[in-house]
C-alpha cells in the first residue's frame, strides 16, 4: 500500500514554537523531487517533545499542505494504549491516509504485550496501520514472530523495520509473505532489504537528499538494480553522517546548513557538538549541499 521513498520529516523550529511556514515549505520541496509518501511526528519530527496539540497541529497542516498529491502517514504511536489510539484517531479524523505506530518505549512489553497493544489499536481504528521496530530508542525489539502473528489483520499493513539487521528483515519477509510489506527504517541498507523484498524506505536522508532516495528506490522497481546499486553506494557516507550524533540532531542540522529551516531543537537534545558539526559540513561541501 505505501511504497518507495517516504520522508519522516523534520519539524521546524522558530523560537521553541512549530515553524508552520518552514514546514508547509519542506512538504513542497518534498514533493517537488519525488517523495512518494510524508510522515510527518515521527522520531525525525521530534514527536517525543511535541505537546498534544502541537502534535496534531503538524499533522494537520502536512495534511493540508499536501492536498492528496501523496499519502500523509502520521507518527501515531505511544507506550499508552489508549493514548496511541486516541491519537490515531484524531490523525483518521484530520485526514491521514495511514499511522505510524512505534512500539511502546520505556516500559518494555513482552511480545504478548506487544500483540494486544497493536491488536487493540488496529481494532478500534480503521485506518492502515505500519507497525514501527527500533530497539535502539525503544528498549523493546518486537521478533520476527510477533510480526508474523499481527500480519494477518486487515488494519495492519506494515511494517518500518529499523534494527538495522537484514537477517531480522528476512526472517520477517519469510515468515510473513505478501500479508504484510516492509519497508526500510535505515537510509544505509535501503538497498539490500529491498533486495529482499522491501516495499521502500521511512527515510532520514530524503529531507536533504529527496531526488536521490526515490531515484534509488524508483530505479529498483524499474529493474534497473545497477542504478539502484549505485545510488546506494554514493550515498552510504552521507546516509551514515545522519547518525553521528542522536537523529535528528544531524539532519536538522544539515537542513540548517542548506538555509531551509532553523536548525533548533528541542531540549533534551541539543546542538551538534562542534567537531561532528565540521565533519557534516566537510561531507555536504562533497555532496555539494552547500
Given amino acids: 500500500m505505501f511504497k518507495g521513498s517516504i520522508v519522516a520529516i ?23 523531487n519525488g517523495t512518494d509518501a510524508i510522515v510527518p511526528c515521527g522520531t525525525t519530527g521530534e514527536a517525543s517533545t511535541l505537546d498534544y496539540d502541537e502534535h496534531m497541529n503538524v499533522v494537520k497542516i502536512v495534511i493540508d499542505q499536501v492536498k492528496k498529491r501523496v499519502p500523509v502517514i502520521a507518527g501515531t504511536g505511544s507506550n499508552s494504549t489508549s493514548e496511541a489510539i486516541e491519537l490515531s484517531q484524531q490523525a483518521k479524523d484530520a485526514g491521514a491516509d495511514g499511522v505510524l505506530l512505534v512500539t ?16 487493540a489499536i488496529a481494532d478500534a481504528v480503521a485506518l492502515p496501520q505500519i507497525l514501527y521496530n527500533v530497539p535502539g530508542r525503544t528498549g523493546v525489539n518486537m521478533l520476527p514472530d510477533t510480526v508474523a ?13 529499523a534494527t538495522g539487521s537484514l537477517q531480522q528483515a528476512s526472517e520477517i519477509m519469510a515468515l510473513c509473505g505478501e500479508k504484510i510489506d516492509v519497508l526500510s527504517g535505515d537510509d544505509f541498507i535501503t538497498f539490500p532489504m529491498m533486495a529482499c523484498g522491501a516495499k521502500g524506505v521511512i527515510s532520514v ?10 531515484d534509488l528506490t524508483d530505479a529498483f522497481f524499474a529493474g534497473d538494480l545497477a542504478t539502484a546499486r549505485k545510488i546506494h553506494l554514493e550515498t552510504l557516507k ?47 561541501k562533497e555532496y555539494k549541499l552547500i
Fill in 10 to 32: 523534520v519539524t521546524p523550529f522558530a523560537n521553541g514554537a512549530v515553524d508552520e511556514t518552514k514546514l508547509r515549505e519542506l512538504v513542497e520541496f518534498q514533493i517537488e
Fill in 104 to 119: 511502546p518505549y520505556y516500559n518494555k512489553p513482552t511480545q504478548e504485550g506487544l500483540v494486544r497493544h497493536y491488536t
Fill in 149 to 161: 502473528r499481527l500480519a494477518p489483520h486487515k488494519n495492519i499493513v506494515a511494517i518500518k523495520e
Fill in 205 to 214: 536522508l530524503a529531507n536533504i537528499m529527496p531526488k536521490a532516495v526515490a
Fill in 238 to 284: 552521507i546516509s551514515n553522517a545522519m547518525f553521528i550524533e542522536s537523529n535528528p540532531i544531524p539532519v536538522k542540522t544539515a537542513v540548517g546548513l542548506m538555509g531551509k529551516a532553523s536548525d533548533e531543537v528541542r531540549l533534551p537534545l541539543c546542538p551538534m557538538g562542534e567537531a561532528n558539526k565540521a565533519k557534516l559540513v566537510a561531507i555536504m
